[in-house]
């Protein structure tokens, strides 16, 4: 159980294109799904927290226009980079918090595995 | 906001042997404290958690140890395997802005040697 995916694995777009990612819980719905990037050997970042039906509460420093973040449903979340450019690559992971059998949100966050994003 | 601090950044260790690794967090409203294992190229994967109100959990090979006083906790792998090899993360829960996140150490790159 508590299974997330990332879709693409991996991306290479020429600059000034945009990407869509897409994060899906397969087996637990999610109110609250949350996006990160990590350059190597770093930890992660935390992007933005996407709840479902509801803007996205971007952290200091993310720009929302460049970023956007789309909850549309209680097992997707997408992240669209627009108008890449070469300082965007990285590795993006989306991790999603189990709603919990009693309706109430857990603390546990589940990973997907993550996005290669190769601007060129 | 919670701050966390992970040590140490890089630890060697012969197979067989313990490792562990500590890290402090600084909000004292901070309720859970869960640790990730990362491998290359893939995503982390949640390994163990534990909660303010317990002191100590175990699965198998793996330990956690929370002390809210000194606000660390620490993550203990015993009779280490070189499958055991990656990053590990640990992170802390954060109450701060009207929501919960949660916020990442720095990471431990863990080496088992054969």
């Known amino acids: 159980g508590a299974v997330v995916s990332q879709h693409p694995s991996r991306v290479i777009c020429k600059s000034g294109t945009s990407v869509k990612i897409e994060c899906r819980s397969l087996d637990f719905q999610a109110t609250t799904m949350f996006w990160y990037r990590q350059f190597p050997k770093k930890s992660l970042m935390l992007m933005a927290t996407?709840?479902?039906?509801?803007?996205?509460?971007?952290e200091q420093g993310v720009e929302k226009d460049k970023f956007l973040i789309n909850h549309a449903s209680l097992t997707l979340s997408t992240l669209t980079v627009t108008s890449a450019h070469p300082e965007d690559s990285s590795f993006y992971i989306c991790s999603a918090r189990d709603i919990g059998s009693a309706g109430v949100s857990l603390n546990e966050q589940f990973f997907g595995p993550g996005t290669r994003l190769t601007v060129l | 906001g919670e701050n966390v601090e992970q040590h140490p950044s890089t630890l060697s260790v012969q197979e067989g042997d313990s490792a562990v690794i500590k890290c402090t967090y600084s909000?004292?409203?901070?309720?859970?404290f869960p640790w990730y294992k990362q491998e290359l190229g893939k995503g982390p994967q949640l390994i163990i958690d534990?909660?303010?109100?317990?002191g100590e959990k175990k699965d198998q090979r793996i330990a956690v140890t929370l002390n809210k006083t000194a606000k660390h906790f620490s993550l203990h792998i015993t009779e280490t395997q070189p499958e055991d090899s990656a990053v590990y993360f640990c992170?802390?829960?954060?109450?701060?802005?009207?929501?919960?996140?949660?916020?990442f150490g720095a990471g431990t790159r863990l080496a088992v040697h054969p």
């Open positions: 909000d004292s409203a901070s309720n859970y």
């Open positions: 996407s709840n479902e039906g509801s803007k996205a509460t971007y």
């Open positions: 992170a802390a829960s954060d109450f701060s802005g009207g929501y919960n996140k949660l916020i």
């Open positions: 534990i909660r303010s109100n317990v």
